[in-house]
């Protein structure tokens, strides 16, 4: 059999074993293992098993990743998402939609201490369906605008995929963070104006709330300083040199533990819970990097990823289409699959045959940057649009009184601003750029 019948079947049992359940990582290790060992033999499979895990779990870079998590975590034990919650729930609370729109800008604020989309919706999920419930808010506008609000957990940085992108590519992590704001902030406007438009053509769906006295709306924004300080302290430092990403992420875990203890809010069993639960998603992740190298040194032996970047050379179509049709598949991709293990599988292959097309002039760092950016905003579509939608299965875990029915039903207007926002951002490079440029020149 050749290389390239191996790679597909390769490719047609991972989606076959993730059909019937098996986790991703076991999904894409064994027909990964299966594959190199039809290439190569059994001794070749074995001494890659021996190295590729030793080499992959003692890259420093990726120490990151937990200790995002555990900023995250400690936010979330010690109460500060609550806080976010309730700053943003006094100034905008009042209007018509209000709360909705206060769970996107807590949603936002908190994906600023943690990185993980699904740590997002649940904590926000936790804190503010509740309220929403006591005010009147329907089911399918509270669970969809909270699903489509954790996407925030990855758009505004730190974020977990975003430093997967980066180790990938061998990018700067500093400057992908830095061309990730400008997105996220347009995500989190899109997000509120859809609330709006909603509660303005249907008002039942949110009735309007009493207004926060000014005393009391100072009082709530007191609560989340210590968010604002982690904020500028960590990323403040990242891009002016002062510290590495790592060592960054390791400076927010110390600062966040420290505000939770100083609210009185983080106990020990909470410490212990942050801990695990850290544990436990890192464990996650770096289990699916070791299935996901599998299958790609596989992949690598039937030379897929060459013959891929020579053949999309040569296509007589324009590049843009290309990229286009590539950030489509991950949509598709989206449905059946987590944002971590598509970027895990399909970087090393697609990545290659996208530098070596002609986009706007860009050079090789900005056109990296400028993809990495668009790949992120679509796998984050991959996260509440049906069938799949993993918000929205972690929303509706919380929300149970609400069919996930209705929640798929409401999350279409959140999903129609994500396409308006990846065609900004897919023809107008600028947008993801401009914040490189401003604080790396």
């Not at 509706?396 to 996930?404: G, K, L």
Request: aromatic share 10%; hydrophobic share 60%.
């Amino acid at each position: 059999m050749n290389p390239t019948a191996i790679g597909l079947l390769m490719f047609a049992a991972m989606l076959g074993l993730m059909a019937v359940r098996i986790p991703i990582a076991a999904a894409m290790f064994i027909p990964g293992a299966l594959g190199y060992w039809a290439l190569a033999n059994d001794m070749a499979l074995l001494n890659l098993m021996k190295g590729s895990a030793v080499a992959r779990l003692t890259v420093y870079d990726l120490s990151v990743i937990p200790l995002f998590l555990l900023m995250g975590q400690f936010a979330t034990q010690g109460g500060l998402s609550r806080a976010l919650f309730q700053a943003a729930a006094a100034f905008v609370g009042h209007i018509r939609g209000g709360l909705a729109m206060a769970s996107v800008l807590s949603a936002a604020a908190f994906g600023a201490v943690c990185g993980s989309s699904v740590a997002t919706s649940a904590t926000i999920t936790q804190v503010a369906y509740p309220e929403m419930k006591a005010h009147g808010y329907q089911g399918r506008l509270t669970t969809a605008a909270l699903a489509s609000a954790g996407t925030l957990g990855i758009l505004i940085p730190p974020s977990v995929p975003l430093v997967v992108y980066a180790i990938l590519t061998e990018q700067n992590v500093a400057k992908l963070f830095a061309a990730a704001m400008l997105p996220g902030l347009i995500a989190t406007f899109g997000y509120i104006v859809v609330i709006g438009i909603l509660c303005r053509l249907k008002p039942e769906l949110a009735p309007p709330s009493e207004p926060v006295p000014w005393r009391d709306r100072w009082h709530a924004l007191l609560g989340v300083w210590p968010i604002a300080v982690i904020f500028v302290v960590v990323f403040g430092g990242i891009y002016r040199g002062v510290f590495s990403p790592t060592e960054g992420a390791a400076v927010g875990a110390v600062g966040t533990f420290i505000a939770a203890l100083a609210r009185r809010e983080l106990t020990l069993v909470g410490i212990q819970r942050s801990f695990l639960g850290t544990a436990e998603t890192s464990a996650m992740v770096f289990m699916i990097f070791l299935g996901a190298d599998m299958m790609n040194s596989a992949l690598a032996l039937t030379q897929m990823p060459a013959r891929l970047a020579d053949w999309v050379g040569h296509l007589q179509v324009a590049p843009l289409a290309i990229v286009g049709a590539v950030l489509f598949g991950y949509i598709v991709l989206g449905c059946v699959m987590d944002e971590l293990s598509m970027m895990l599988l399909t970087i090393p292959v697609i990545f290659p045959a996208i530098m070596s097309l002609d986009l706007f002039g860009l050079q090789p760092e900005a056109k990296a940057i400028w993809f990495g950016i668009l790949v992120l905003m679509t796998v984050g579509i991959g996260l509440t649009a049906p069938p799949v939608g993993l918000n929205v299965y972690v929303v509706n875990s919380i929300a149970r009184d609400v069919p996930m029915s209705e929640t798929y039903k409401g999350v279409f207007p959140f999903l129609a601003t994500d396409v308006v926002r990846m065609l900004l951002l897919l023809f107008f490079p600028a947008l993801t750029l401009s914040f490189v440029e401003l604080f790396f020149k």
